[in-house]
């Protein structure tokens, strides 16, 4: 019997010891089925397919595929760029690993390699062997903390996060592209009306958490209001269109009687909150609006501008799907509401998970 148990082991990232702990047998059977020195019972090969999130004919009797596939396109990519690969209902989707999308500090690992590409989609080369993948999209920086959660789960399941504005993130659910939209409200009172601007469909709403957003202003010119930040000529970090964030700084400019096309920065298009605040700490601009949490993280001053909660939409018809029912599992468990309590500027966190409403 040909066995691929250490090339799944390894893509799963787990020792021999978290593999024989996950199906109850010693370390040194794992070592003696990887090296061919003994055949499995049938009971070990389905939990060891079990644990791996694969199959017995997969592990024993195949290779991995390496087949290209046909995957819908989030964005335009060129050939050779780094994707992740995912199921979302009837169409597989491809989301590019690279730049913004990619940046973990590092560089994030990746499903596949793009051959060649066109208008609708691309042509890709697997690395791995395919898993269950919740496709997420969404600017809180808070949605990757439910990969370990999600990972952890019997059989585990995958996340890939596409941080974007909360426009584009619907904008993608319309096209049935992700799982999951996570976009912030200023209350449940504009759900339906931010629902209503782009056709998603039907959709079921559930919470994430609660933040504060506002202004994010540098060590130097702390404690500077807003209309102080405009007369001061300090350069602006500003969000790409679309992001709520944005929207937020237009609104509070014209309150004060200025053109937000005439503060310095505002042509720039930051793509994350996270990105603004470390621009902002390392004197790239001045100022910008983003939420409560990563101004704390980053030690910059912080002026509210609105109350905001961040919420997940989901079509009805994918409500049932594994990759959802898994979110939902982990999103109402201690382990996931532990790691948001643990990052100061979080509330509601005693909600996540609730259904909200159908939309």
Not at 87 to 109: I, K, W, Y
Not at 131 to 158: E, F, Q, S, W
Not at 244 to 256: F, G, H, M, P, T
Not at 275 to 284: F, G, K, W
Request: glycine fraction near 10%.
């Amino acid at each position: 019997m040909t066995s691929r148990l250490r090339s799944f082991r390894l893509a799963s990232g787990l020792s021999q010891q978290d593999l024989a702990d996950l199906v109850g047998v010693s370390r040194q059977a794992v070592a003696g089925i990887e090296r061919g020195a003994f055949e499995p019972s049938l009971k070990v090969s389905l939990g060891l397919a079990a644990a791996l999130g694969t199959t017995v004919e997969a592990l024993f009797e195949g290779t991995v595929s390496r087949a290209k596939v046909d995957a819908g396109l989030v964005r335009t990519v060129a050939s050779l760029t780094r994707v992740d690969l995912a199921q979302v209902g009837e169409e597989l989707v491809a989301l590019p690993r690279h730049g913004d999308n990619a940046m973990v500090a590092g560089f994030s690992t990746a499903g596949a390699l793009v051959d060649s590409c066109g208008s609708q989609g691309v042509l890709a080369t697997p690395f791995r062997p395919a898993r269950p993948t919740l496709v997420v999209a969404g600017c809180d920086p808070a949605i990757p903390l439910m990969a370990g959660p999600l990972n952890r789960l019997d059989p585990p399941v995958d996340l890939a996060w596409w941080s974007c504005s909360s426009r584009e993130a619907l904008e993608l659910l319309a096209a049935g592209q992700i799982h999951v939209a996570g976009f912030h409200i200023g209350g449940q009172n504009e759900l339906a009306q931010t629902l209503a601007e782009i056709d998603t469909g039907p959709v079921e709403v559930f919470s994430f958490a609660t933040w504060s957003e506002g202004l994010v202003v540098s060590r130097q010119l702390r404690g500077i209001p807003l209309a102080g930040l405009l007369d001061s000529k300090s350069r602006l970090v500003n969000r790409q269109p679309g992001a709520e964030a944005r929207r937020l700084l237009i609104s509070a400019v014209k309150a004060e009687g200025g053109s937000p096309e005439e503060i310095a920065g505002w042509d720039s298009t930051i793509s994350a909150h996270m990105l603004l605040a470390s621009c902002i700490a390392r004197n790239v601009g001045e100022w910008g609006v983003a939420s409560q949490p990563v101004a704390i993280d980053f030690g910059l001053d912080f002026t509210p501008l609105a109350e905001e909660e961040f919420v997940l939409a989901v079509p009805s018809g994918l409500v049932k799907s594994r990759e959802v029912r898994a979110m939902l599992r982990i999103a109402g468990g201690m382990d996931l509401r532990t790691q948001l309590s643990a990052i100061p500027g979080y509330g509601g966190i005693e909600a996540c998970g609730k259904h909200l409403a159908t939309v």
